[in-house]
Structures are given as structure tokens and as C-alpha cells.
């Protein structure tokens, strides 16, 4: 069974860089059918894709999001990264990472709070 | 971008009602619509892909539908651990979007 499992800071003050990790657990990272995505819901709010990577290395990203965004791979460790900086109040979320199926979206972390406050 | 709109946003309804979400695409997006359910404090759940084809796992009674630009979820008959939010999504290009989610709540 695919486990997904998001960590990072919970508290991010304006301004600075939101970081986090996704480790991938009961199976590979590499894979040539999957790509892994970032997607957040702010609190009472609907759900925000924010980008994907391949293990490739290729990413995309959220229009919205993307001069801020970086999304990265780590295929030793089995895990993949979100940073986006420059963050706002309008930036507090839970963030999720999920596995993407032909950009359906099968498997998901628990998703992870962060904050954006001083 | 894709604009996905969810209707209703919310809807009230007893156990053992037939219950339909209709979603709507800005364009068409062939057959590329996925519906999640999603309860308080948990992740998303992937219920349907490709418009009408029932994830493993998932309970019969739960259907989808449509083609282009208009969509359908039915609960054909709804349990009690039915009431949620769900929500469309398009896979048609990106970015991927998602509607805005309609709440079924009990009556």
C-alpha cells in the first residue's frame, strides 16, 4: 500500500519560504506512469493544485503560483519538495502531496497545516 | 484556464435518497473528469476517473456521467457515511483545476 506523508514547518512568518517534504513509502518514486503533485486548501476552502514533477525531473506549475514555486525530487531518499516563497496570509493552507494517474489524482498524504503569521 | 463550477454547493438529503451533483467545464474536456469525496480533516478520496469509471474499492452506488462540458455524480442511494464534500476536477490540461465542492448534508 502507497503511503504518502507530508512534513514541515507548520509556521511560516510573511515574507519567508514555505518548505516541505513528501516521503514516499511501499513503493517507488521512480516511475515513468506517475507524476507527483502539491495541492492545498485553504481553511473552509476548495482544493488549489499548485504543480507536479515527473521522476524525470520535469515540472509544472499553477500559473497562479509559479513565479514562487519550486517543486523537487529526491530519488534516493524517495521523496519530492515544495518550496514557495514570498508567502502571505492568503498562503495559509493544508497542504497535501499526491500521487498523479494520468493527472488524476490517486493517492494522497494526510495533508499538513501551515500558517503564514508573524 | 479550465473553470469548473459544482452545483449545488450544498444540498440537504435523508438516507436512501438518489442524490446528483452536476459540474460544469468552462470547455470541453472530452471525457477527462474526475470526482473526489472528501470528509472533515481528511484527504480527498478518488471516487470516479475518466467521467464514469469507478475507482477499485468503491461502492456501486456511486456513478458518473457526461461528456464535453457537463457531468454528473449520482449516489443512487445514500448512507449515512456518504455525507461529505465532493468535488470534480479536469484532467484535460493544465492547470488542473477543481470545482468549488458541494456539501451533502443530513436532512
Known amino acids: 500500500q502507497l503511503l504518502l506523508q507530508e512534513s514541515g514547518s507548520g509556521l511560516v512568518k510573511p515574507s519567508q519560504t514555505l518548505s516541505l517534504t513528501c516521503a514516499v513509502s511501499?513503493?517507488?518514486?521512480?516511475?515513468?506512469?506517475?507524476?507527483w503533485s502539491w495541492v492545498r486548501q485553504p481553511p473552509g476552502k476548495g482544493l488549489e493544485w499548485i504543480g507536479y514533477?515527473?521522476?524525470?525531473?520535469?515540472?509544472y506549475y499553477s500559473p497562479s503560483l509559479k513565479s514562487r514555486v519550486t517543486i523537487s525530487i529526491d530519488r534516493s531518499r524517495n521523496q519530492f519538495s515544495l518550496k514557495l516563497g514570498s508567502v502571505t496570509a492568503a498562503d495559509t493552507a493544508v497542504y497535501y502531496c499526491?500521487?498523479?494517474?494520468?493527472?488524476?489524482?490517486?493517492?494522497w498524504g494526510q495533508g499538513t497545516l501551515v500558517t503564514v503569521s508573524s | 484556464d479550465i473553470q469548473m463550477t459544482q452545483s449545488p454547493s450544498s444540498l440537504s438529503a435523508s438516507v436512501g435518497d438518489r442524490v446528483t451533483i452536476t459540474c460544469r467545464a468552462g470547455?470541453?474536456?472530452?471525457?477527462?473528469l474526475t470526482w473526489y469525496q472528501q470528509k472533515p480533516g481528511k484527504a480527498p478520496k478518488l471516487l470516479i476517473y475518466?467521467?464514469?469509471r469507478l475507482q477499485s474499492g468503491v461502492p456501486s452506488r456511486f456513478s458518473g456521467s457526461g461528456s464535453g462540458t457537463d457531468f454528473t455524480l449520482t449516489i443512487s442511494s445514500l448512507q449515512p457515511e456518504d455525507f461529505a464534500t465532493y468535488y470534480c476536477?479536469?484532467?484535460?490540461?493544465?492547470?488542473?483545476?477543481f470545482g468549488g465542492g458541494t456539501k451533502v448534508e443530513i436532512k
Open positions: 476536477q479536469q484532467s484535460h490540461s493544465t492547470p488542473l483545476t
Open positions: 499526491a500521487r498523479n494517474y494520468v493527472d488524476y489524482f490517486d493517492y
Open positions: 475518466d467521467a464514469s
Open positions: 470547455q470541453s474536456i472530452v471525457s477527462y
Open positions: 511501499g513503493g517507488s518514486i521512480i516511475s515513468g506512469a506517475y507524476s
Open positions: 514533477i515527473y521522476d524525470s525531473g520535469s515540472t
